[in-house]
């Protein structure tokens, strides 16, 4: 017999509504909200949620898990984090709230590329400590599937060892082979180019589930995300991109006209942006806590969602530029900065997110036929989860079916 779990006497249960993804528009605030509810789980599938006055009575066993005062959501899903990383920046961090900028620490060998010595020093045993600690941060703020792109090693044992500890820690891996060029190429970018394609892709993608390119000034350019991003696609590789970050580099049409899964970051999206991509089916990831933590301005949200894009929000959980692991607390940046509605913001990190991943007919929901991953939050109305910023929240994290 499956073993059966009853969540009952929740305060509330929210979920975004509906069977569809990505949601647009205003269908991404529509969040059902159901009073004095249960959540009854079935392995690791949902197979009821309802009130608790309608609740069936139950033939054989089934353990049961008092919810009382605890609000329910479901599971949050984290699409864009760099969780393959040794070492910290907390020096960096220092210098740049003295006044250096992040672009100058990164021309100037420091940013990414000192991340990328910490990292091949790590080793595969370090990375798989790392990833797994990452992962258990995640975890504790409620989030129950995450990416976790490579990009830190940039040689091929590095880079398949990053993603190899993403799979292994049940994380979903992204190969972000064109993250910036090595030291050993010297600033040869196609040279690096010809390497990461000819020698890292072909395993990469027995791995990986997508690939993603760092477009921008002083990264790669458009002309060389396109060589990167064609050459995976035809290994089979979804496609995403790190686009608009500090500046337009044509990240948005190379997305769209190449049919990619994702553009992230779209700090610096004018207005054309906006409308392309609200034309497409890109999905615009929002990742506030990097604008926030970078001092930048935050990405036209509001703009995106009223003119029919559709948009997830992800932590980008990184040592340099987002160290903030908290889907929570990017509610609450979604909430004060984005002027995203606190359900806008929960669509964003449960279903869309999950549609970037491609799992949305199984993540994202409280429903039947889901997986039952709920997060349990300790407070007396679901929207403290944008409300309360920097608050904790969770009380109990529940993936698929299994109590922690
Ligand atoms: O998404 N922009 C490029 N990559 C990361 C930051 C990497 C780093 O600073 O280590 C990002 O912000
Ligand atoms: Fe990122």
Redesign the pocket.
Same mark, same amino acid.
């Given at each position: 017999m499956t073993p059966r779990l009853l969540v009952r006497d929740l305060e509330q249960l929210a979920t975004p509504a509906g069977r569809e993804a990505p949601l647009r528009g205003r269908a991404l605030g529509e969040v059902e909200v159901l009073e004095d509810a249960y959540v009854l789980c079935r392995g690791d599938t949902i197979e009821a949620v309802g009130r608790m006055r309608d609740l069936p009575s139950l033939d054989g066993d089934v353990e049961e898990l008092s919810a009382r005062g605890l609000c329910a959501v479901p599971g949050l899903v984290d699409c864009?984090t !760099?969780t393959a990383f040794g070492g910290d920046r907390v020096d960096e961090f220092s210098l740049r709230a003295g006044g250096a900028s992040y672009e100058e620490l990164h021309a100037r060998g420091g940013g990414i590329l000192s991340t990328v010595r910490a990292t091949r020093a790590a080793g595969a045993d370090g990375l798989r400590d790392a990833v797994r600690r990452h992962a258990s941060w995640m975890r504790a703020h409620g989030t129950t599937t995450f990416e976790g792109?490579s990009g830190y090693g940039l040689d091929r044992e590095t880079e398949l060892a990053s993603l190899w500890a993403v799979r292994e820690s049940g994380g979903v891996p992204t190969w972000l082979g064109a993250h910036a060029v090595p030291p050993e190429f010297d600033g040869d970018t196609d040279a690096y180019l010809d390497f990461a394609l000819g020698d890292v892709l072909p395993e990469a993608a027995k791995v990986a589930e997508a690939a993603d390119v760092f477009l921008e000034r002083g990264a790669f350019d458009a002309t060389q995300a396109r060589r990167y991003l064609e050459a995976c696609r035809d290994a089979g590789l979804a496609l995403r991109l !790190?686009g608009d970050q500090f500046t337009e580099q044509g990240a948005i049409p190379l997305a769209v006209e190449l049919g990619a899964r994702s553009v *992230?970051?779209l700090e610096a999206t004018g207005d054309a942006g906006v409308r392309d991509l609200a034309a497409s089916d890109v999905v615009g990831v929002l990742?506030p806590a +990097?604008a926030l933590f970078l001092g930048r301005p935050m990405p036209p949200a509001r703009a995106l969602v009223d003119a029919g894009a559709a948009v997830a929000l992800a932590t *980008?959980f990184?040592p340099g +530029?987002?160290f903030c692991e908290s889907l929570p607390l990017c509610c609450s940046l979604a909430a004060t900065q984005l002027r995203l509605s606190p359900a806008e913001a929960l669509s964003a990190c449960t279903v869309n997110a999950a549609h970037v991943l491609e799992r949305s007919d199984r993540l994202g929901r409280l429903a039947p036929g889901y997986r039952a991953d709920l997060v349990l939050l300790d407070v007396p109305d679901w929207r403290y989860l944008a409300y309360h910023l920097g608050g904790d929240l969770v009380e109990r994290t529940i993936v698929a079916g299994e109590l922690p």
């Open positions: 864009h !760099h792109k !790190h *992230d970051h990742l +990097s *980008d990184n +530029s987002a």
